[in-house]
């Protein structure tokens, strides 16, 4: 399994948030929105003229190493599970002209390095943008590559 911010390789598909909660799931011919194995709604990438994420960033470049850590004292302190999960994102895809704003689960509390978010969002801009890139989704960890390139260079 391949992570890097918001994107994750799960089962030969790029995805975006947390598979196991509502997340995108990107393939050659759909953008298809699922809550964990569920089924979900599909949407025909000609029909998307915008993908745009709503998660918290942090300027912290390990933003999911200091959660574990930080929540692992806190429950060994307290003797039992503190009950603290990730806040939910959500995105935002324009489907033939409207507005659609779905939730995307997060992999770990705290947000997300801000890079690797404007790393995921120019990458979804760019399969947006260029239909002929998609077919790169059949190898999705090109693509984790490719955003992460993105977004150390976004961090300069």
């Known amino acids: 399994m391949r992570r890097y911010g918001p994107l994750i390789v799960a089962e030969g598909a790029l995805v975006v948030g947390d598979p196991g909660r509502g997340h995108l799931r990107l393939t050659e011919d759909v953008v298809a929105h699922r809550h964990g194995a569920g089924a979900g709604r599909v949407f025909a990438w000609e029909h998307l003229s915008s993908v745009r994420f709503d998660v918290p960033t942090t300027g912290f470049r390990y933003p999911g190493l200091a959660s574990t850590i930080g929540l692992g004292i806190l429950a060994a302190a307290a003797q039992e599970d503190v009950g603290i999960g990730p806040d939910d ?50 190898r999705p960890e090109v693509l984790v590559d490719l955003a992460a390139k993105l977004a150390r260079r976004e961090a300069g």
């Open 89 to 138: 994102g959500s995105v935002e895809l324009i489907v033939r002209g409207e507005a659609q704003r779905l939730d995307l689960g997060r992999h770990h509390v705290g947000g997300y390095w801000r890079p690797t978010v404007v790393g995921a969002q120019l990458l979804l801009d760019q399969l947006i943008g260029h239909p002929e890139q998609r077919l790169l989704l059949g």
